[in-house]
């Protein structure tokens, strides 16, 4: 089972940048789907980009051409640059994986790990 390990939240002034970074161990990460999620204070969690085994790319509308997703499998982790970020984009930040990528666009999954918060204020 995956055992996700994300970091590199904070606490930053909106147009400000931030790199998190999600380590994912119990799993063959190379072949594993892997994506990053966010979940808002009342609302649900959302998809916010997801990366394929061979490198393919969603991102969801609201972070298009400011955050990037990518991976390193050398180094069983996943990450996520974000740019220009926004107040809106405050929330607990997760990732997950799973060989099958319609459940990674769906965020379907039983357990999650800790999530690493971010913070966009003035």
């Known amino acids: 089972q995956v055992q996700p390990v994300e970091s590199g939240g904070g606490l930053v002034h909106p147009g400000g940048s931030l790199r998190l970074s999600c380590t994912a161990s119990?799993?063959?990460?190379?072949?594993?789907?892997m994506g990053w999620y966010r979940q808002a204070p009342g609302k649900e969690r959302e998809l916010v980009a997801a990366?394929?085994?061979?490198?393919?790319?969603n991102y969801a509308d609201s972070v298009k051409g400011r955050f990037t997703i990518s991976r390193d499998n050398a180094k069983n982790t996943v990450y996520l640059q974000m740019n220009s970020l926004k107040p809106e984009d405050t929330a607990v930040y997760y990732c997950n994986a799973d060989y099958n990528w319609s459940k990674i666009l769906r965020a379907d999954f039983g357990s999650w790990g800790q999530g690493t918060q971010v913070t966009v204020s003035s």
């Open positions: 990366i394929t085994n061979g490198g393919t790319i």
């Open positions: 119990g799993i063959i990460f190379s072949r594993n789907h």
